[in-house]
């Protein structure tokens, strides 16, 4: 059991993020990933199709031996996690939130930014997070409309993303916000962008740490930490372009990355 696979899977290629954080945090450990790019954004879909998705994620996870699912999508988690849970009770899922506590906590301000997608600024979920941290707090939450795409298509250095997240940050620094919560997994591939336009007086921060921490965490607890000493394996799976996943991730010898029909 405990050589078996951590599953993860986001909607395309943003929750390797997530899996960079995961696989440099637990080296033993042997991973699978699914970038669901064929069916990406899911920030502009119902709940109920961001819950068929999650689904059909987690059964190819399943499939493929996985002990644990990692769900590295803050739109996927925000609407979905709850259903899996339930769903699949002897699984144990990790999913991403926007990290508002600690921007919330650390801000001098008192006026926090939040990037992320449609779904998940209008989840229930992240309603009741915001409610909970940020009492005296401003929160200018902005939907990141077309970012997703842009990455999915390869283009994180391209002058139309460099004008489009301008669009989203400078209402953000005209509001004085001394913290930028990167609320989707795909957002951390954009930090160098972002440094471009934000003095540093403004803290970006991601939830990706606290996720690979949160998944070692609740590996110990259930005793699935693989403590074989093989050298760990990992496999990453795209039912879209798999140029653009290979030339995120940068895969060495123990990697591949491959197409998959799911
Ligand atoms: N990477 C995703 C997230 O964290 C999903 C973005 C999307 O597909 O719209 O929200």
């Known amino acids: 059991m405990q050589d078996k696979a951590i599953g993860i899977f986001d909607s395309g290629i943003g929750g390797t993020s997530i899996w960079k954080e995961i696989s440099s945090l637990l080296p033993n450990e042997n991973?699978?990933?699914?970038?669901?790019?064929?069916?990406?954004?899911?920030?502009?879909?119902?709940?109920?199709?961001?819950?068929?998705?999650?689904?059909?994620?987690?059964?190819?996870?399943?499939?493929?031996?996985?002990?644990?699912?990692?769900?590295?999508?803050?739109?996927?988690?925000?609407?979905?996690?709850?259903?899996?849970?339930?769903?699949?009770?002897?699984?144990?899922f990790i999913?991403?939130?926007?990290?508002?506590?600690?921007?919330?906590?650390?801000?001098?301000?008192?006026?926090?930014?939040?990037?992320?997608?449609?779904?998940?600024?209008?989840?229930?979920?992240?309603a009741k997070t915001s409610d909970l941290?940020?009492?005296?707090?401003?929160?200018?939450?902005?939907?990141?409309?077309?970012?997703v795409e842009l990455i999915e298509a390869g283009k994180i250095d391209s002058p139309e993303m460099y004008t489009l997240l301008k669009s989203y940050i400078d209402p953000m620094i005209k509001k004085d916000i001394d913290y930028l919560v990167l609320g989707c997994s795909h957002y951390p591939y954009l930090i160098s962008v972002l440094k471009k336009m934000l003095s540093n007086k403004v803290t970006i921060i991601d939830s990706g740490e606290a996720v690979a921490r949160?998944?070692?965490?609740?590996?110990?607890?259930?005793?699935?930490l693989n403590s074989t000493a093989n050298k760990s394996i990992h496999t990453l799976y795209t039912n879209g372009n798999v140029d653009v996943l290979k030339d995120i991730i940068k895969p060495d010898s123990t990697t591949t990355v491959s197409i998959l029909d799911f």
């Open 31 to 92: 991973t699978v990933y699914l970038a669901d790019s064929k069916y990406a954004p899911y920030g502009k879909r119902s709940k109920n199709e961001i819950i068929e998705l999650s689904i059909k994620n987690t059964e190819k996870l399943l499939e493929l031996n996985c002990k644990i699912i990692v769900v590295a999508c803050n739109t996927a988690t925000t609407n979905a996690i709850k259903t899996l849970r339930s769903t699949y009770e002897n699984i144990n």
């Open 95 to 126: 999913g991403i939130e926007p990290a508002i506590k600690p921007a919330a906590i650390h801000s001098k301000t008192k006026k926090i930014g939040v990037l992320a997608t449609k779904g998940t600024l209008s989840s229930e979920l992240f």
């Open 133 to 147: 941290y940020t009492q005296n707090i401003k929160v200018i939450e902005v939907i990141g409309t077309g970012l």
């Open 214 to 224: 949160q998944t070692k965490a609740i590996l110990k607890a259930n005793k699935l």
